[in-house]
Every structure is written in C-alpha cells, then in structure tokens.
C-alpha cells in the first residue's frame, strides 16, 4: 500500500506527540501508584489502636498453688492499626500477691496474631513463660522496641504548689480500673491527662488502655510570709503522722483534713505560701483551740517530765547539787532527817527551773504556729502540717563508752521515759557490764565481749534549739572533725561519730546542725549509772536539713573542753525525726 510522505512540520509535532505520550503515561502510572500507595496507607485509621477494653477471663497458672492467693487476670485492650502487627489483639494479664509465695506482682502486655504471641517487653513487668502455658498452639517472641503509644508514665504532674510524682516504676501498678464509676473524675490538665481518685484516696492516671499510674502529692519547695511579718519555709514543717522513713514532702491520706470535716469558720488566714512563678495561696492556722489543746497537753506533760527528771538528779557538774549532795550524805552519816532534806531542796531546785525556764502558756505556744493548714488542691479538704522543732525525736545511735581505771562493774539504767527500740547488747531492765581499761567490756547476762554499748529510743515532745551552725552539705565532715573535740570527744570517739552520721547528710544542700552539752543530753535522756563515774561527757547532735541558708544565732561553745579524770564514760548520739 502506498503512503504518502508526511510534511516535515507534521513529522516535528508527530515526535512531539509521542514523547507527551510518554511522559503522560509515566504521570499516569506514577501517580496511580502513588494514589494505591496513599490508598493502602489511609485505609489505616490515625489512631494506631481502636481501643475496645474488657474483662476476658479469669486464669489459672499451673505451677502455681491455689494456696499463694493469687489473682490472674487476661484483660483484652483493644486492637492493633498499625503497619507492623496489624490487627493483632493487645492483652494483658496481671497477676497480684504472692506469686509462688514471694509477695510478686507483674503485668505482661501482648499482642496476640493468629498463630503467634509477641511479648511487648518495653511495656511489661512480670515472668511471660507462665503465660506459654495459657496459649497452646502458638509460638512466642519478644520485641524489645515496638511501644503502644500512650502508654508511657507522666514523670511529673504539675498543679499549683504541688506535684504528682509516679508511685511506683515507670510502668505503673499492675491494675485496671474495671469499672470507671469507681473513680472519682478530679483533674484535667492541658495535656488532656485524666487524673482520678479511688475510694483510698489515692490519685491515679487513667492510660488509654485502662491501666492505671498510681501518683503521689508532693509540696513543691517554697516560702511562707506570715502576716505577723516572720517568715519560714516549707522544710519547717511536715506531714503530721508519716514523716520519718518517707520521702521529704510527701502528703500523706493521713495528713488531709477530708471536706465534710472543713468549716470556713474554723480556719484564719494567717500568710501566704508563693512557690517560684505560682499563684500564692493561703496558709491557716486552725481557729478551734481543741485542735492544739491535746498537742499543747502532750508538751506540757513532757516538759513536766524533763523538769522534774533535771530535779531528782544530782549535777556532780553544778555548784549548787554538788554543795546538796555532800550536804546529804553528811545528813545520811549522821542519822538525820535526809528523806526531809531532799524533800526540801528538790522543791527549791524545781522551783529554781521553773523561774529559770517557764513552759510556754497556751497562747505563745498557738503563736509558734504548731499546725498549720494548706488548702487541698482537689477538693475542700485541707493538709494539716507540723512544726518540725515541736516532735517527738529518737535518740539515735547513741553510742557508749566506758573507761575504768580498774576492772569495775557497772550498771546503767535508761529511764522510763524513753521509749527503748533498738539495743545491743541486748537491754534487759538494765545493762550489767563488767568494764575493764580501754572500754574492753562483758555483758554479764551473755558473756560476749563489747567495745562499747548501743541504744536508740523515742524521746519526749519537745522543741528544737533557736541556734544552730548553718553548714553547706560539703562542709560537714570537716566541721565535724573540728567541733565535736570541743565538746569533749577524742580522735577515735570523733571518727566513730562522723562514720555513724555523715551518710544521713545526702538530701539537702544546707544543715542546720548543733549539740546538747552533757546537763542538756541528762536531761532528755537521763541515765542512772551505778557507780556513778568521776566523769560524764555526753554529746547529742541535733539537725535540720534546709534548701536554703537561713539567717540564724550559732550556739555557744562550751569555755572549757572537759577534762577525764579518773573512771569516765562517754556517749555520743543524735536526734533523728
């Protein structure tokens, strides 16, 4: 067939026509491509799980015995939309109390597909083999990296003055809240984090996946301005019922004023407490007088008994006991009234003490501010707070040394009192102790051989010194080696002490730190020593751990370093809250 020859203008647009034929179909397969590709990849929801929680069932470990207690529960969470494990079904099984008696808990998070378990180790806690024995059929794996996102624990939650801080690990209490009408709806913050509080009144985050971050309220660190102009810091008081052995600031349900127990009425302003770039709030000291009347009671019963302990002891130290007790026993020698004489001088010595050291009325004691109140911040209940140097204290780590001239045996007594909690050897009514030079020593109820004695107990109510040294963290060992030798310690005494006590100076930045002298430490602690020594030196720190320097008098040295002369004992010690 003949063809005729095309114009060279055609043959251009011809050339033209196919390249714009192929570029048009590239376009065409890319973007077909390109629109399967968007296709595939919307056809996965934005959220990466559908979230769809319920109870499964309840489940039995086979190693386990029934007589641990445990309580095993599969939950299921929801469902997997993501590229990797897609539409694989999020479990969990938590187990709680003494699991093969041991008092475990864990919870296992995983993802079941149709033939295999992957164990999400990121986001589990707790033994997976006893898991193998619930899916038959199926094979295992573990994946170290693949997260569920939301899930991850809230390190600190900020509101107001206070912090939630996380109660346990990162990955929260092995629980599930079953059934949301348990709970109680508290605060949303800006991040949308649901904080809720159960029937014990603890405070809990609710995770997308029903589980729950069990949360502690802390106080964050601040001032306090008080009306009256003085001024004070949050460190000077503390959680009333639960300070010792917990972390500083912490509130305690023990330390909260619940609502219903709240009236407007009962309660005065007296300050504000401003914590950096926070809205101030108010502080409150309680307007019903029953609420300090048990504690002013319970001060003044131990003032009582420090003042007659000091009374009914003689102070070979002080002029006048010393004048009294020779006068005494020359009354005893003689035959004389000495029940008469003691009677008499006693009521004289009291009556001097109490000239000398008044208690506090009620009135000055109201105004060193004993409680005070803090408004809640989830609800209209209030903290109640304590003064930190209005407590009881234990008398910690004292440490006893006793030094004879010749074999002695000796016999100490702690008084009543004290409340004894910790001794070695081990305090019977009394310690009897044969003593020989150097402080070798024999408990005489065992036989065992000691260098030196240890007690601890609870001491009365009292107040804490208005003077003290104020010591930077760094500072303290050296201000140790320097200070306790004045109050009458040796070189070995002094690095037993620093050994025993440095190790409690790691919170703050600052201390603030002072000691009882030997007439100060008898009478909280009082001792009866048979034969009494030619020579008592006892040493008992106190402290106060503070953020901040404070602005404060620094005690008075003793004048003279006490001498040893002849059978001397020494004890050294501490208060601890």
């Known amino acids: 067939m003949n063809q005729k020859a095309m114009p060279a203008g055609r043959q251009g647009f011809s050339a033209i026509g196919v390249i714009l034929g192929i570029v048009a179909l590239s376009f065409a397969i890319s973007g077909t491509l390109y629109l399967y590709k968007y296709n ?22 086979p190693e386990v015995s029934e007589t641990t207690g445990l309580r095993n529960v599969l939950y299921h969470l929801g469902t997997l939309k993501t590229p990797e494990y897609n539409g694989g079904e999020i479990l969990a099984i938590v187990w709680e109390e003494g699991y093969k008696g041991q008092g475990r808990w864990g919870i296992v998070r995983f993802i079941k597909l149709p033939n295999k378990i992957v164990f999400l180790k990121s986001q589990s806690f707790g033994l997976e083999e006893s898991i193998k024995s619930i899916f038959e059929g199926y094979s295992y794996e573990d994946d170290y990296n693949f997260v569920i996102p939301g899930l991850e624990t809230v390190k600190e939650i900020e509101t107001g003055n206070f912090i939630l801080k996380p109660m346990f690990n990162n990955l929260g209490k092995p629980a599930f809240a079953e059934n949301l009408s348990d709970y109680q709806t508290i605060v949303y913050d800006r991040e949308n984090i649901k904080i809720l509080k159960d029937s014990q009144e603890n405070f809990v985050r609710l995770l997308p996946d029903r589980s729950l971050d069990y949360y502690d309220l802390f106080t964050q660190n ?8 003085s001024q004070g810091k949050l460190d000077d008081y503390f959680c009333v019922y639960f300070e010792r052995g917990f972390e500083r600031g912490r509130v305690m349900p023990a330390c909260v004023v ?3 127990d709240v009236n407007a009425e009962d309660f005065i302003q007296i300050g504000l407490w401003r914590v950096a770039s926070k809205q101030p709030i108010p502080i409150y000291l309680s307007n019903r007088n029953e609420d300090l009347t048990s504690l002013y009671d319970e001060y003044l019963t131990s003032f009582n008994q420090m003042i007659e302990r000091e009374v009914s002891i003689y102070d070979l130290s002080d002029s006048d006991d010393i004048a009294a007790w020779e006068q005494g026993n ?9 029940d008469g004489f003691e009677k008499d001088y006693f009521a004289e010595k009291r009556e001097r003490l109490l000239k000398k050291r008044p208690p506090l009325s009620f009135q000055d004691f109201r105004k060193t501010k004993p409680f005070i109140y803090l408004d809640h911040p ?7 707070l304590q003064l930190r140097d209005l407590t009881y204290y234990t008398a910690a780590e004292p440490i006893i040394y006793i030094y004879p001239e ?4 000796v016999a100490i007594e702690i008084e009543d009192s004290i409340k004894l909690i910790a001794s070695d050897p081990p305090y019977k009514f009394a310690w009897h102790i044969t003593a020989f030079p150097g ?3 024999i408990d005489r109820s065992s036989g065992k051989k000691y260098d030196r004695l240890f007690w601890e107990g609870v001491t009365n109510l009292m107040f804490l010194p208005d003077r003290g040294w104020m010591i930077p963290k760094n500072e303290i060992e050296e201000f140790l080696l320097s200070t306790l ?4 310690l040796n070189a070995q005494e002094t690095d037993d002490f620093i050994e025993a006590w440095l190790p409690f100076f790691h919170d703050s930045n600052y201390y603030l730190i002072g000691f009882f002298d030997t007439e100060e430490t008898n009478r909280i602690a009082p001792l009866d020593i048979r034969p009494y020594p030619d020579t008592l030196i006892r040493v008992t720190m106190y402290s106060k751990p503070l953020n901040d320097p404070i602005s404060i008098k620094s005690p008075i040295l003793p004048k003279f370093v006490p001498k040893r002369n002849g059978f001397t004992i020494v004890e050294w010690g501490g208060l601890r809250r």
């Open 406 to 409: 010749v074999k002695t045996e």
């Open 222 to 229: 601040g001032d306090f301005i008080f009306t009256d102009g």
């Open 485 to 488: 030798p004045k109050y009458g």
């Open 330 to 338: 020359a009354i005893r020698r003689t035959g004389g009234d000495f």
């Open 258 to 260: 619940q609502s219903q």
């Open 439 to 441: 402080s070798k020593l």
């Open 40 to 61: 595939k990849e919307a056809s996965i929801p934005s959220s990466p799980v559908e979230w769809n929680f319920s109870v499964e069932q309840q489940v039995n470990f």
């Open 378 to 384: 989830f609800g209209g209940g209030k903290i109640k």
